[in-house]
Structure formats: C-alpha cells, structure tokens
C-alpha cells in the first residue's frame, strides 16, 4: 500500500502554514501524501501515534503544538537533533516503526546564519532566548551545539524555563545555561552582555506587540525574531535603530519545512512554491517575504 497519508496532530488545529507549506512541497516532489487534520487532546497523542504506526498508508505525522514536547517517549527511534532538544515536531514512518525529527532545528541553524558573521569561529558565545516550548528547544540545543558558552532563558511562567534547562543538564555541562524570571531588569541585564537575542516566545505575532520594551535592547546586537506572519517587527525595528542585524522567522521555517518534506519524501522540494504557498498562507505577496533584514 503506498504511503500517501500524513496527519498533522495538533490541540487545537485549525489551518497553518506548516499545512500549506508542506503541502506544497511534497505535492513539488511528486508524492501523493495527503495531509489530514487530526485534532487531539494531549492524552490522546499516544493513541494516535499507535494508529500511524500499525497503518500501512501512512508516511508518518506532522506534530504540532501542544504535542512537541511529549512525543520524544512515544518514539521508537530520535535524531540526534530530537534527542537533545527533547521535542519533534515530525515522524517518519519505516517499516512499522516512527523516528521522530525535529526540523525546527535544521531551520533555526539558517536563521543565525542569516544574521551572525559568516565565518563560525566569529560567532558570539552569549544569548538570551525568550520562551520555553518546543521551538525553544530547539534553539537552545542549537546554540549548544555551535559553542555558546553563556544562555539565559527567559519565560512568563518560570517553572518551564527551569524544566528546559533541566533538560539541558548534561549537554550544557560545559556551559552556563540559566532559568530567570521574566522582568524587565533581569532582561535589561543579561542583554547587557548577551551578544545574541532569539525571540521564540510567539510574542509578536499580534500586529504591534513586542516581547520586550524596546528600550531594554543594547546598541549592535544581533536579533532573531521567530514572528512569522510579519515582515519585520517592533523588536526587529528597535533592534536595528540600535544598529544590529535582525531577522524574522521566514528563512527559518521555510528551512525547517524543506528538511520536513526531504525526510519524507526522499527529495529535496525546490524553494520557489513553498515560498509561494507561505506568502498566500500569510495574504502578502511573494516579494513581500522578507527572509532577513540587515
């Protein structure tokens, strides 16, 4: 039977663009895997992952929030970028056994490359991320795997920041990686030495609102703004006043969705209709993606 049937589970689900994106790119590579929506409750993800796994027609799940971080345990296999996030956001089907991914982080890893020096060695080794949750995650177990040596997360509620770096021990062992109550002077002050900012919190997304006063913000810094449905953002506007280098999440969730669609598919989906599909999920023209701005 061919594998042409991919749930993405999620609580709740309505239409997303990591739908229409993948969408796109497995419809570019010729499979016929047929996205359905599966809305599930978190007690009910294992249930669901056991139906994917004993059917035959499926090529695997795309996992959405709030299933991210509770899918690693109902795994059979993880990437190694899943393991140490401790969160996948897509499984692959083989042979009757799910290997969970997590591409968020494959696309994060584009996202600094869009803003930080070129050559690796020049990178910043100090960074605050805003946020706790599965793309949090990811960007954190990023930055530990690329050197830096300093990472303060911060959260409204601090008992999930405490549980990422709980997470985190042992692969931070060799670095200082720190929980810290979201207030203003907290922030003020790990920014003042943090050369790196990565907003994963979803603040933002609302047209206007910004994760953080803009006058927290040292001069020169380097911005990551994960907002995707907003070409540029009040945290990416105060950012570069202060003459830094920003970006959005685009480049990086269309990275991430690439590597979503190759690992399914086996074929690597060309650029130009997942960009298309995101600028009509998002109502603005394709030109009007703005994948980075310096």
């Known amino acids: 039977m061919p594998a042409n049937r991919l749930p993405i589970i999620g609580f709740p689900l309505g239409s997303t663009p990591q739908e229409a994106v993948v969408r796109a790119g497995l419809q570019a590579t010729g499979s016929e895997a047929a996205i359905e929506r599966w809305e599930r409750r978190p007690h009910q993800l294992a249930e669901a992952l056991k139906e994917v796994r004993a059917g035959d027609g499926f090529a695997g799940a795309l996992i959405a929030s709030p299933h991210k971080e509770k899918a690693p345990p109902l795994s059979d296999a993880l990437s190694d970028d899943a393991r140490v996030s401790g969160a996948v956001n897509v499984f692959v089907r083989i042979e009757g056994r799910l290997r969970g991914h997590n591409t968020d982080a494959d696309g994060i890893r584009i996202g600094l490359e869009a ?24 960007v954190v177990a990023v930055l530990i795997a690329t050197g ?22 042992r692969a931070a062992r060799h670095m200082e990686l720190r929980a810290r109550p979201w207030h203003d002077a907290t922030i003020e002050a790990e920014l003042a030495r943090a050369e790196l900012l990565v907003n994963a919190s979803g603040i933002g997304v609302e047209q206007g609102e910004s994760a953080i006063p803009a006058e927290l913000l040292p001069d ?57 599909a995101l600028a009509a999920e998002l109502g603005v023209p394709e030109e009007g993606l703005a994948v980075v701005g310096d």
Request: proline content about 6%; aromatic content about 6%.
């Open 220 to 276: 020169e810094r380097f911005v990551l703004d994960l907002v995707l449905n907003h070409a540029t953002t009040p945290l990416m506007e105060a950012a570069r006043g202060r003459g830094g280098t920003v970006a959005n999440g685009q480049r990086a969730f269309l990275a991430g969705s690439a590597q979503t669609v190759r690992l399914l598919t086996g074929s690597s989906p060309p650029a130009e209709p997942l960009r298309a």
């Open 115 to 138: 803003i930080l020096p070129k050559v690796k060695g020049k990178w910043p080794r100090n960074a605050v991320v805003l946020g706790a949750g599965g793309g949090a995650r990811a």
């Open 148 to 169: 830096f040596q300093h990472v303060s997360v911060f959260n409204r509620h601090l008992h999930r920041a405490e549980a990422l770096v709980a997470h985190f021990s």
